[in-house]
């Protein structure tokens, strides 16, 4: 590969997204493999909020996750007692799940795993706010936009 043509890949942004968005799975990895769990297991346990049920399909839809990715996530962690699944009495087929207790001590430990990896970037407070604002803003044209089209 030519120099021309691997810089103009690096500018690209479909490259940029790629790498970047590899590197930060990565860096979180390296942290929650202390803990055996996996940097999606992570995200779940973090949406759910301690002594709170959640709906499945409530994880699904808040996380952009389908239901062939969320079930075996919900298996592991249940495998690890880190949480617990809730039949409601209304109609057994609608599923929560919470923390347990080894599942919210869990995620104590985890409260400083983000901090840490954003100080990884070696960015200055500012450029990790416009980072933040950028990829909020992408998100909310983009991804949280297509629900509400989707609802409507």
Known sequence: MTSDIYDQ????MC???????????????KYLKQYDISFPNYIVLLYIENEVPVYIKTLCDELY??????SPIIKRLEK?????????EDYERRVKVMLTTKGIKLKEEFSKISEDVIQQFDMEKEDSLAYYQ???TFAERNIYTKDKNKKS
């Open 134 to 136: 950028i990829l909020k």
């Open 65 to 70: 996750l389908d239901s062939g990715t969320i």
């Open 80 to 88: 690890k007692d880190l949480i617990r699944r809730l039949r409601t």
């Open 15 to 29: 490259y940029l997204f790629y790498i970047t968005s590899k590197e930060v799975a990565n860096r979180f990895n």
């Open 9 to 12: 890949m690096r500018k690209e």
